[in-house]
């Protein structure tokens, strides 16, 4: 067992170079498994996630090299076998191995997701979609096992604005027969980056990034070559590091638009925002003032950032509203903040939390991925030490965040426990 010991209280300064995007890499990889060649996957972060799907490709026969921030997958390798479940348990994105599977061989059989706990996490827009184009699905056991003689392309209206849903049933529908409207789609940077990927590989997908994905389903996809966008919630929790410790940051190797509602949100706080073609200057200036935030689909306010963010609104004048609309129990992290010297008060979907002069430094865990997050910015901002532990969840999501963060100045180091 591993832990971060910070002492904090020193302005993060200088340049920081974002990693490719989590929720990009851990969708790319499953999706790779349907070209009948080899996929050339770039950018891809250091994370355990990606380490995991490594892990969970080799384990079903997969030729699989990993090396650096490449991973070539050999497509041709692969079959639809069941893939062990406690590597399956230990993410959430493996669900993207049925959609994956169900395209390509017209069969699936995987154990249900892990990821975060953040609240229910139900997967029944997944399934909706998945039978729409003809699948039948059973969940037994703890396993989700779907079949189908073939798949016919369909309307397929989503009650909720699902990610996963969203990419799953475009993966099993680019090798539908016909053609698969999915409406009500989410609009993430991550969705888009998948629909590229699959038409790289001869997908026929349109409109992702809107509301309307249009599939017309193709027999055969191929090899390509992939380079994975940058991390939107890396560079924005390293945004929201910059304003809550007083720093002046510039981060790179970011696409400045996907950055708009964080950006937005930062400047009523009072912080100084330069941003450029591919990088952004954050200048933190205090005293910073408070806002309101409500987490959306994007475009809106992303959820993964309202952990973060609660830590910057800690130290700013007066009071701030978070009202978390994307999950139902991700407020979980405030009794750990509460022991950092935090004012708020959780009321149902909302956190309210007035604004202190400084938080102090004391032994938190970090209870998921983005809670992990906030505990370190708030070890960074607080007088005196603080011990984050159960940090094998930041490791889920963050590349290299501590050897990052000490470049910026920070006293961050990581101990075995
Ligand atoms: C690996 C990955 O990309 N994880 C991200 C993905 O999670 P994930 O894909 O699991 O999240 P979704 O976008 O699917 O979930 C959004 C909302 O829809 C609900 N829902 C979802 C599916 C379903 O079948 N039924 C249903 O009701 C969920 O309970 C939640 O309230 O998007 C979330 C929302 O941006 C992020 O917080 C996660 O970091
Ligand atoms: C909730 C998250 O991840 P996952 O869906 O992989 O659990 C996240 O990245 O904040």
Known sequence: MEKFVIDGGVPLIGEVRISGAKNAAVAVIPAAIMAD??????NLPRIKDVQ??????????????????EMRIDGRTARPVEPPIELVQQMRASYYLV?????RFKKAVVGMPGGCSIGVRPIDQHIKGFEALG????????????????LVGTNIFLDVVSVGATINIMLAASMAEGVTMIENAAKEPHVVDVANFLNAMGADIKGAGTDNIRIRGVKKLS??????????IEAGTFMIAAAATGGDITITNVIPTHLDSIIAKLEETGTLII???DSIRVIGKRPLKSTDIRTQPYPGFPTDLQQPMAVLLSVVDGTSMITE?????????????????????VEGRSAIIEGVKNLTGAKVSA??????????LAGLVAHGQTEVIDIEHIDRGYEFLEEKLKNLGAKIKRVKE
Not at 52 to 69: C, P, T
Not at 223 to 232: A, V
Request: aromatic share 6%; glycine share 8%; hydrophobic share 45%.
């Open 37 to 42: 060649g080899i996929c050339v996957i770039n």
């Open 52 to 69: 995991n799907w490594a892990n969970i490709l080799k384990s079903m026969g997969i030729h699989v090299e990993f090396e650096e921030n």
């Open 99 to 103: 959609g994956a599977m169900l395209g």
């Open 135 to 150: 699948a039948k699905i059973n969940i037994e056991h703890g396993v989700i096992m779907a079949e189908a003689e073939r």
């Open 223 to 232: 090899g390509c070559y992939h380079t994975i966008i940058p991390d939107q």
């Open 275 to 277: 941003p450029s073609e």
């Open 325 to 345: 609309n994307v999950w139902d129990n991700r407020f979980k992290y405030i009794d750990e903040l509460k022991k950092m010297g935090l004012k708020a008060k």
């Open 367 to 376: 209870t998921d991925l983005r809670a992990g997050a906030a505990m370190v």
